[in-house]
C-alpha cells in the first residue's frame, strides 16, 4: 500500500536522569503529539539499554510507538532479539518499530571487546539477521542456513501482535545498506555515511550534503522499485535551534563541517531558523526526498511542539 | 542467623500486556516479594529483561529478577546494561538471577556449543566478574579467557548500593561454590547436568543432598555465609488436605518414594498450615529463606505468604 507521506514525529531519548524523569518525558512526548519514542543502542555515551527503556516507556503510555534507533545486530543472536523484540511488542499491545542497523561505532566493538568486521560482512549478517527475525515472527517453524545463523525448526515465542510483523526501520547511509532497507523494511533511516566508525567525523558531516542525500534517495528508489511508494523515508535531526539569524548559526555549522552554509542549513539532520522556517524546511525535504518521518532529540521535544502541532499528520 | 522469608513467584507464558499487568499487580498484592521471568527458547516465555521493565512499571515495590538469565545467550556487556536500566527506570528493583546456562534446546535453538559444565561456569565466573566491573564507579578492564573489556565506563550505573543483587543458581558443586563466592542470593536447585528436569535432576533434590548442596555454598562462602540469601525454587506445589495422596501419585514417576518427595527441595506440598511448618524447618535446617513458586499457585500460597513473609 502507498505510504500517505503524512508528517509524524519522533522523539530520541538517550539517557535519564531518574524513573521519574524518564517516565515523564515518555508521557509529555505522548501528549505533545509525538508518534514514536527512540532510545539508541550503544555501549559507550548513550546510558540507557534501549529495550528495557523501550518497555518503561510503553508501559506509562498509551498510544506511543516505541522504537530502538537503531539496534546494533552484532550486539545479540537474533533469536534472542526476536524473543525481546516480541515480548515488547506484546506487551506495548503492538507499538513497537524495530530500528536494526548493522553495527558501526568503533567504541561499542573495542570496550566490549567484539570483533568489528569489514561494512560488507556485517551487512550481510544484518540481512541474515532479518531473514532469521521475520521468520521467527512468522507462524510455525522456522530453518534457515546462513553463513553467519543457523536456525532448525524453531518455532519463535511469543508471536509479534503487528502481523505479520512489527514494522522494520532500517537505517544507515551507505548505497549497501540502504539497498538492503529498501528491499526488507517499512521504515527507511537515511542517515549519515558511518563507515569512519565515529559520529562526529568530517567524512559523516559530508555524507549528509543536500546532494549526497539525493544519491541516498537514489540508492533507495533504485532497490525498492515499484515498492518505493510504499516505504516511509525516515531521519534522525540531531540538531534542532530556533533562531531569528539563522544565516549566523550557518556559517558557524559550516566551519565546522567544512561544507557551504547553505547546505549546512539544508542538510536533512539540521533544523535551524524559525518555527515557519523550519515548517519551510520540512515541506522541502518532503518533497524533495519523500522524507516525512523526523526524529527529534529531547533536548528540543518541547521547544518543537508548535511546529510539530502544524505539521504532524498533514 | 536465620532471614526473613519472602516469596517469589516465577512467571509464564501470557497472551497480553493487559493480562500480564494484572498479574503482577495481583502478586504484589498478594504479598509476594519478587517476580521472576525465566530466560529459555521453548514454548511462549516472554523475554525477561523486556517483561521486567513492563511488571516494574506495572507495580510500586515489587522486585522483579531473572530466574535465571542463561549466561551464555547473551554478552555480559549487555547484560550490565540492561540490568542497570531496569535498576535505574524502577528505582532498584531488580535482582539479576544468572546462571552458567543448561537447557540443551536453547543451545540447540541459538545454534551455540553446550560446552562442557567446567567451561560454562568458567565463563560465568567471567561474565559476573564482567558484569560487576560494569556497575563499579569509573572505567573497568577485564581480560578473561572468556571475555575483554577495554577501559570501559559502563552506565547507566544501578541505583542499588554497591551493586543490585546478583542471584546465582545451580545444583552441582563447582556453580554453587561459584555462587558462595559471588552471589548475594544462592538458589539451590536440582542438577541439570543431563540438561532437562530429568528423574535424575529431581532424585538430586532429595533432602540430605539438599543438605549438601548448602554445605558447598558454606564452604566457599567462608565468613561472608551469613549474608548470603538462600533460595529454592519449587516445581512441585500443591496445597491440599491431602498431602500424602498427591505425593503417593506423582513420586513414582522421579522414581522417588513419597516420604522422599515430601521431604525434598523439589516440593512443597500440604495444607497452608503444614506448608508453613515445613518453610520453617527448612529454614531452621537449611537456612533457606527465598521461596519460589510458579505463577499457577499465587492464590492457593497466598495465605502462606500473609503468614510467613516477612517474619
Known amino acids: 500500500m502507498p505510504h500517505d507521506r503524512k508528517f509524524r514525529f519522533g522523539v530520541m531519548v538517550p539517557r535519564a536522569e531518574s524513573a521519574h524523569e524518564f517516565c515523564e518525558t515518555a508521557r509529555q512526548a505522548e501528549d505533545l503529539g509525538y508518534s514514536t519514542l527512540f532510545v539508541p543502542d550503544h555501549f559507550v555515551d548513550h546510558p540507557l539499554a534501549p529495550l528495557p527503556a523501550l518497555a518503561t516507556a510503553a508501559a506509562v503510555t498509551t498510544e506511543l510507538r516505541v522504537g530502538p534507533l537503531v539496534l546494533g545486530n552484532d550486539y545479540k543472536h537474533p533469536v534472542v532479539l526476536a524473543r525481546e523484540a516480541a515480548t515488547l511488542d506484546l506487551l506495548s499491545n503492538g507499538r513497537l518499530e524495530l530500528g536494526l542497523g548493522a553495527g558501526w561505532m568503533t567504541a561499542d566493538y573495542e570496550k566490549a571487546g567484539l570483533t568489528r568486521d569489514s561494512a560488507g560482512v556485517r551487512i550481510a549478517r544484518l540481512a541474515e539477521s532479518i531473514t532469521v527475525l521475520k521468520g521467527l515472527f512468522a507462524d510455525g517453524p522456522f530453518t534457515f542456513h546462513g553463513q553467519h545463523y543457523t536456525i532448525n525448526e524453531l518455532d519463535g515465542h511469543p508471536k509479534p501482535v503487528q502481523r505479520p510483523h512489527p514494522p522494520f526501520l532500517i537505517g544507515g547511509g551507505a548505497p549497501k545498506v540502504l539497498g538492503l532497507a529498501a528491499r526488507e523494511a517499512q521504515i527507511i533511516g537515511v542517515n549519515a555515511n558511518l563507515r569512519s566508525g565515529e559520529g562526529e567525523s568530517s567524512d559523516a558531516a559530508n555524507s549528509l550534503a543536500p546532494a549526497r542525500t539525493d544519491e541516498k534517495l537514489a540508492a533507495v528508489r533504485d532497490a525498492a522499485g515499484d515498492h518505493f511508494d510504499d516505504l516511509e523515508i525516515q531521519t534522525l535531526v540531531g540538531f534542532v535551534h530556533f533562531t531569528d539569524d539563522a544565516s549566523s548559526i550557518a556559517d558557524v555549522m559550516a566551519g565546522g563541517f567544512g561544507v557551504s552554509p547553505k547546505d549546512a542549513l539544508d542538510a536533512p539532520v539540521t533544523l535551524v531558523g524559525t518555527e515557519n522556517e523550519m515548517i519551510e524546511l520540512l515541506e522541502t525535504r518532503r518533497a524533495r526526498w519523500q522524507m516525512s518521518y523526523h526524529v527529534i532529540p529531547r533536548e528540543a521535544m518541547v521547544q518543537f511542539a508548535p511546529v510539530l502541532a502544524k505539521l504532524a499528520r498533514t | ?311
Not at chain 2, 23 to 48: K, N
Not at chain 2, 80 to 92: H, P, R, Y
Open chain 2, 1 to 311: 542467623m536465620a532471614k526473613p522469608f519472602r516469596f517469589g513467584v516465577q512467571c509464564g507464558p501470557v497472551a497480553s500486556g493487559s493480562e500480564f499487568g494484572a498479574r503482577v499487580r495481583a502478586i504484589e498484592a498478594s504479598g509476594y516479594s519478587t517476580l521472576f521471568v525465566p530466560d529459555h527458547f521453548i514454548d511462549q516465555q516472554l523475554s525477561p529483561m523486556v517483561a521486567l521493565a513492563a511488571a516494574a512499571e506495572a507495580t510500586t515495590t515489587l522486585r522483579v529478577g531473572t530466574l535465571v538469565l542463561g549466561n551464555d545467550y547473551r554478552h555480559p556487556a549487555a547484560v550490565a546494561k540492561e540490568a542497570a536500566t531496569i535498576d535505574l527506570l524502577s528505582d532498584g528493583r531488580i535482582e539479576l538471577g544468572i546462571g552458567a546456562g543448561w537447557m540443551t534446546s536453547d543451545y540447540d535453538a541459538l545454534d551455540l556449543v553446550y560446552d562442557s559444565p567446567g567451561t560454562r561456569i568458567a565463563r560465568l565466573a567471567e561474565a559476573i566478574a564482567v558484569i560487576k566491573g560494569c556497575w563499579s564507579p569509573g572505567a573497568f578492564s577485564f581480560s578473561g579467557e572468556h571475555y575483554t573489556i577495554a577501559a570501559y565506563d559502563a552506565t547507566p550505573k544501578p541505583v542499588q548500593e554497591p551493586h543490585p543483587p546478583v542471584l546465582v543458581g545451580g545444583g552441582g558443586r563447582k556453580v554453587l561454590s561459584l555462587a558462595g563466592r559471588e552471589a548475594d542470593i544462592a538458589g539451590i536447585n536440582p542438577n541439570l547436568r543431563a540438561g532437562a528436569l530429568t528423574a535424575d535432576a529431581v532424585q538430586s533434590s532429595l533432602a540430605d543432598l539438599t543438605a549438601q548442596k548448602i554445605e558447598w555454598v558454606r564452604e566457599a562462602a567462608g565468613e561472608r555465609f551469613d549474608e548470603i540469601e538462600l533460595q529454592i525454587r519449587y516445581f512441585l506445589t500443591a496445597v491440599t488436605d491431602d498431602r500424602r495422596g498427591l505425593a503417593e501419585a506423582l513420586a513414582p514417576a522421579y522414581g522417588l518414594t513419597a516420604d522422599e518427595a515430601l521431604e525434598s527441595g523439589v516440593a512443597l506440598v500440604g495444607t497452608v498450615d503444614e506448608i508453613c511448618d515445613q518453610l520453617v524447618q527448612r529454614r531452621d535446617e537449611w537456612g533457606v529463606s527465598y521461596v519460589i513458586i510458579g505463577d499457577d499457585n499465587v492464590e492457593a500460597f497466598a495465605p502462606v505468604v500473609a503468614r510467613l513473609a516477612g517474619t
